[in-house]
C-alpha cells in the first residue's frame, strides 16, 4: 500500500506586489490537499479532500509526514517556496513529485496545467489564479468559498492527470499551432521508493 498527497496553494499577493522573486513573500491564503491510500496495482482505495487557511496551517503539517509522495503541479518551483516560510520541518526535503517538472524534462519548455487538463482528462480549470488573489481580498463569504472551491478543483485536476500519466505513461496537449500532440511520461515509483520508510 502506498501513501500520497497531491497539494496546490494559492496566495494573497502577485509577484509585482512584493519586492522579491521569491514566492515566500506571496504569502499563502489557501492550501488543498488530497490525502489517499493507494493499492499495489497504484489504484486510490480511499482519499479524502481538506483545504486550510493561513492561520490553519500548522494543523496541515501531520499530513505531509511519512507520504510516499507529495505530488503538485509546479510544486517545486511554486508552492513548496510559498510555504517555506509557514513550515515546521524541512518540506523540500520530502519526496516531492512535480509533474510539471517531469514534462519539462521531456518536452523542454513548461506547458499549463489547463492545457494539460483539456486535451487529455477533456476537463479544465474553473478560474484562474489572478481570481484567487481578488478572492481573499475581498474576503466575504461567498469569495472565500469560490477560492476554496477553485483550490480544490486543482487539486483534483492534478489528482487526475497524475494518475492518467502513472497508468497510461502518456499526457495530450495542444502546441502554439494548435496541433494536438502527446508527451510520453514515467511517473512510476522508482525501485528504491516502493517501500520507503517514514521520514519522521
Known amino acids: 500500500m502506498f501513501s500520497e498527497i497531491i497539494f496546490d496553494v494559492e496566495t494573497q499577493k502577485f509577484f509585482d506586489e512584493v519586492d522579491s522573486r521569491d514566492p515566500g513573500a506571496l504569502g499563502v491564503s489557501i492550501v488543498s490537499v488530497y490525502s489517499r ?3 499495489e496495482n497504484f489504484k486510490e482505495i480511499e482519499g479524502t479532500m481538506q483545504s486550510f487557511w493561513e492561520d ?12 510516499d509522495r507529495i505530488i503538485g503541479f509546479n510544486s517545486i518551483g511554486f508552492d513548496v517556496p510559498v510555504l517555506s516560510p509557514y513550515e515546521k520541518f524541512p518540506l523540500a526535503n520530502l519526496p516531492h513529485f512535480d509533474i510539471l517538472a517531469n514534462v519539462k524534462e521531456v518536452l523542454g519548455h513548461r506547458i499549463s496545467l489547463d492545457a494539460l ?7 479544465k480549470k474553473i ?5 484567487a488573489v481578488e478572492y481573499w481580498r475581498k474576503g466575504d463569504k461567498e469569495s472565500l468559498s469560490k477560492l476554496k472551491k477553485y483550490c480544490e478543483a486543482d487539486v483534483i485536476i492534478t489528482r487526475d492527470l497524475y494518475d492518467h500519466g502513472l497508468h497510461e505513461k502518456i499526457l495530450r496537449f495542444k502546441d502554439k499551432w494548435n496541433t494536438p500532440r502527446q508527451v510520453e511520461v514515467d511517473f512510476s515509483y522508482p525501485p528504491q521508493d ?4 517514514s521520514l519522521f
Open 127 to 131: 478560474d484562474h489564479g489572478a481570481r
Open 56 to 67: 490553519e496551517i500548522d494543523r496541515m503539517w501531520p499530513l505531509f509526514q511519512g507520504k
Open 194 to 197: 516502493m517501500k520507503q520508510d
Open 37 to 39: 491510500k493507494l493499492d
Open 117 to 123: 487538463a483539456k486535451e487529455t482528462l477533456r476537463t
